[in-house]
């Protein structure tokens, strides 16, 4: 069971990742395009990563929320 639920936690980040990169793409592409500037391009950067940092820290408390609920029944 902890196996199963670590699994999704795992699919989980992968998708973080994927969508982290996906938004670090587009805002290169805007910056190319000239629709952002470096300035813009830098702190976007930073919030998506401030973001993904904070959504990795709930998922994070929730997974050993559920280990420890998992492992007690």
């Known amino acids: 069971m ?3 639920v670590s699994e999704k936690v795992e699919e989980a980040r992968i998708a973080m990742r994927n969508i982290r ?3 670090l793409k587009d805002a290169k592409r805007m910056k190319d395009n000239k629709e952002l500037s470096e ?6 950067e ?5 973001l993904m940092s904070k959504m990795q820290a709930q998922i994070d408390e929730a997974f050993k929320a ?6 007690t029944v």
């Open 21 to 23: 990169q996906d938004a």
């Open 66 to 71: 559920k280990e420890k609920d998992v492992l």
């Open 2 to 4: 902890v196996k199963q």
């Open 39 to 44: 300035d813009d391009l830098k702190r976007v």
């Open 46 to 50: 930073k919030e998506i990563d401030g």
